[in-house]
């Protein structure tokens, strides 16, 4: 079969590869219609992820029809149209058992990404993101290979197109998670950091939950813009101004209920933050948290769906307990949350459809990569199609 080939740091290749098997009892096999590029395979296109080999099979945003079950998976047959969470998890254990999927103790052999290997257990494996979670072959591909089968695949219905649904595998759960962590309701004020893909949509579903104001920052005008237009947001662009200012000065010095950081570890530092970077001081940027400290009314609720990872300086924790705030993280318990948001699409309630810029082919998929590292056309988000 063709898939995305990890190299090296930006040598991502589409090759030839060995057709997946089935590995265990409750294992199946999916034909891939549909993947597409995420913001966080940017981590790995950067080179800021640890535990890739030359060879690893990228992607974890996909979906497909099932080719093939193995003896006891009973939830999904061959022929179904199915949506794949990128977090694997087993069902059974502790966390699942609590609905916390991406807690999964049970489907990730390697060491994970945290950093206190004081931790007893990893967290749960995702597809095609290397070897810390757990070294399963991802979904840029024509097949994967999807685990623990009874649990993971979703069926979707037919009436529904793939770009409809792709997104209930990832960043349109995780953006619903973070709207939900950061309690965003009717007559909410609500300050969204990063216009990406999940920048986004979240701030349709915070429309869709009723938010009254909605301001969402970012370097990109066409992103904002189009936010703008479709979700009805303040636009705010942070090379013309200081939007905690703005934002803090426009809510009558109290702030927003709650701020959704959807930037995560890779912001645009300070001079000081980008030495220390290089320097191996800190892991990560803290230029999103530390402005979502600062918006946030006293009371309110930071919700962080963008990643980080390990440490960083200046976190302002002694700001988020003098204003008392609540700080919700984490990876998406996409398993939880997958059902529901279905049934919003299906309502027409959210079209997640709509921020695709791209579709290309997924021998086009290096392309696709640079256009959406690069930010080249306008690019919101690449969808790609195997076979084509």
Do not use: W
């Not at 209930?168 to 953006?175: E, F, N, P, V």
């Not at 709207?179 to 893909?197: C, D, F, H, L």
């Not at 705010?236 to 809510?251: K, Q, S, W």
């Amino acid at each position: 079969m063709r898939a995305v080939v990890y190299h090296a740091e930006r040598d991502f290749r589409v090759e030839t590869v060995a057709d997946p098997a089935l590995e265990a009892a409750d294992d199946a096999i999916v034909r891939v219609t549909t993947c597409a590029i995420c913001g966080s395979d940017l981590h790995m296109y950067h080179g800021k992820v640890l535990g890739l080999k030359p060879g690893d099979i990228l992607g974890h945003e996909f979906m497909g029809v099932v080719e093939e079950v193995g003896r006891e998976v009973t939830r999904v047959k061959k022929g179904d149209r199915v949506v794949v969470p990128f977090v694997i998890a087993c069902g059974q254990c502790y966390f699942c058992q609590k609905g916390l999927y991406s807690g999964c103790e049970r489907t990730n052999p390697g060491p994970g990404g945290a950093i206190n290997k004081k931790q007893l257990r990893p967290a749960a494996a995702f597809f095609g993101y290397s070897h810390l979670y757990g070294g399963v072959s991802g979904g840029q591909a024509e097949f994967v290979r999807v685990p623990h089968a009874n649990v993971n695949p979703f069926k979707v219905p037919d009436g529904l197109e793939d770009e409809q649904v792709l997104f209930l595998g990832d960043i349109l759960t995780t953006a619903y998670q973070a709207v939900a962590q950061a309690e965003v309701g009717p007559g909410s004020t609500v300050a969204i950091y990063g216009a990406g893909p999940v920048g986004l949509l979240c701030a349709e579903v915070a429309r869709h939950k009723g938010a009254r104001k909605i301001y969402l920052v970012d370097e990109e005008d066409y992103r904002t813009e189009f936010a703008a237009a479709q979700y009805g947001v303040t636009p705010l662009n942070y090379r013309d101004r200081d939007p905690a200012g703005f934002i803090v000065e426009d809510t009558d010095y109290r702030g927003v209920d709650a701020a959704i950081d959807a930037v995560g570890f890779e912001a645009k530092g300070s001079r000081i933050e980008s030495a220390l970077l290089e320097l191996k001081l800190e892991t990560s940027t803290g230029t999103a948290i530390r402005q979502c400290i600062a918006v946030t009314r006293r009371g309110g609720i930071v919700s962080i769906p963008g990643v980080y990872v390990g440490f960083m300086h200046a976190f302002l924790l002694g700001d988020a307990f003098d204003k008392g705030l609540t700080l919700r993280m984490g990876q998406t318990h996409v398993q939880k949350y997958l059902p529901g948001v279905l049934s919003l699409i299906e309502l027409g309630h959210l079209r997640p459809q709509e921020i695709i810029t791209h579709r290309m082919s997924l021998e086009d998929a290096a392309q696709g990569y640079d256009v959406f590292d690069r930010k080249r056309e306008q690019c919101r988000k690449v969808v790609l199609k195997p076979g084509k």
